[in-house]
């Protein structure tokens, strides 16, 4: 289990709300699926069996993030991650990325939409590299994606 209280981001006052990162269950979900749809606007992700992380952030939901082990032991994939938007630029999906990589060695993929400008930034600031692309990767309008890899 998960459960490890964090402090707020840097830039946040002492004050700052408790956050406290959680394992996710099936009793999560529509928390989930609520962050999703305010993040997003439209379900991407479904929840099943995946494993995620999530934070809670003074009693609610701000931010998930939803990944597997691939076939490989030592080789990962992040599914989804979201972050609430009134809980943005907090710090939440930078926590739960460097909580995920902990205690972890190997790679660690995800893949971004090419017009994701900001996710692909915020993936090179946590020390993620573009590796390659796959075109028309995303159903909803034939657009391609970014694979990016962090190796820890």
């Given at each position: 289990?998960?459960?490890?209280?964090?402090?707020?981001?840097?830039?946040r006052?002492?004050?700052?709300?408790?956050?406290?990162?959680r394992?996710?269950?099936?009793?999560?979900?529509?928390?989930?699926?609520?962050?999703?749809?305010?993040?997003?606007?439209?379900?991407?992700?479904?929840?099943?069996?995946?494993?995620?992380?999530?934070?809670?952030?003074?009693?609610?939901?701000?931010?998930?993030?939803?990944?597997?082990?691939?076939?490989?032991?030592?080789?990962?994939?992040?599914?989804?991650l979201?972050?609430h938007?009134?809980?943005?630029?907090?710090?939440?999906?930078?926590?739960?990325?460097?909580?995920?990589?902990?205690?972890?060695?190997?790679d660690?993929?995800?893949?971004v939409?090419?017009?994701?400008?900001?996710?692909?930034?915020f993936?090179?600031?946590?020390?993620?590299?573009?590796?390659?692309?796959?075109?028309?990767?995303?159903?909803?309008?034939?657009?391609?994606?970014?694979?990016?890899?962090?190796?820890?």
């Amino acid at each position: 289990m998960v459960d490890t209280e964090i402090q707020p981001a840097p830039c946040r006052a002492a004050e700052g709300p408790r956050v406290i990162i959680r394992e996710g269950t099936t009793a999560h979900h529509r928390a989930a699926e609520a962050v999703q749809l305010a993040a997003f606007d439209h379900i991407h992700w479904p929840f099943t069996d995946d494993l995620f992380l999530w934070v809670e952030v003074d009693g609610e939901m701000g931010a998930y993030l939803v990944w597997r082990q691939t076939a490989y032991p030592d080789e990962f994939e992040i599914l989804s991650l979201a972050t609430h938007p009134k809980h943005q630029r907090k710090g939440l999906a930078r926590k739960l990325v460097q909580t995920f990589c902990d205690g972890r060695e190997g790679d660690i993929f995800i893949e971004v939409r090419e017009s994701n400008w900001g996710s692909r930034a915020f993936y090179k600031s946590l020390g993620f590299v573009e590796t390659g692309r796959r075109h028309a990767y995303y159903e909803n309008n034939r657009e391609g994606a970014i694979v990016m890899k962090l190796r820890i």
